[in-house]
């Protein structure tokens, strides 16, 4: 199983930026789809961004041109660089692993809270 461990987050006025990081250890697949989803009180989880071992990536609609995935695949990290955060971004969010774009999640991380107040 593959054990994914998060850090980053906090608290941001609108505007500013956050950088989420996320370590995978254990048996790591490859090739693999790493990304993060984030969940907002009272709603569903929804996907945020993808990466696979290629480096091809996809994001959601409403964080396209603000929100960069990275991934290292010799340090087996992902990385979501958070830019022009709005109160909507607001949420918690997980790091994952799948082995393919159309399958569920393997593993998630812990979660990590991300606030964005003025």
């Known amino acids: 199983q593959v054990q994914l461990v998060q850090s980053g987050g906090g608290v941001v006025q609108p505007g500013g930026s956050l950088r989420l990081s996320c370590a995978a250890s254990?048996?790591?697949?490859?090739?693999?789809?790493m990304g993060w989803s984030r969940q907002a009180p009272g709603k569903q989880r929804e996907l945020v961004a993808t990466i696979t071992s290629g480096g091809t990536t996809n994001y959601a609609y409403f964080v396209k041109g603000r929100f960069t995935i990275s991934r290292d695949n010799v340090n087996n990290t992902v990385h979501l660089q958070m830019n022009n955060l709005k109160p909507e971004d607001t949420a918690i969010y997980y790091c994952?692993?799948?082995?393919?774009?159309?399958?569920?999640?393997?593993?998630w991380g812990q979660g990590t809270q991300v606030t964005v107040s003025s």
């Open positions: 254990g048996s790591i697949f490859s090739p693999s789809v």
């Open positions: 994952n692993i799948r082995r393919a774009i159309y399958l569920q999640p393997d593993s």
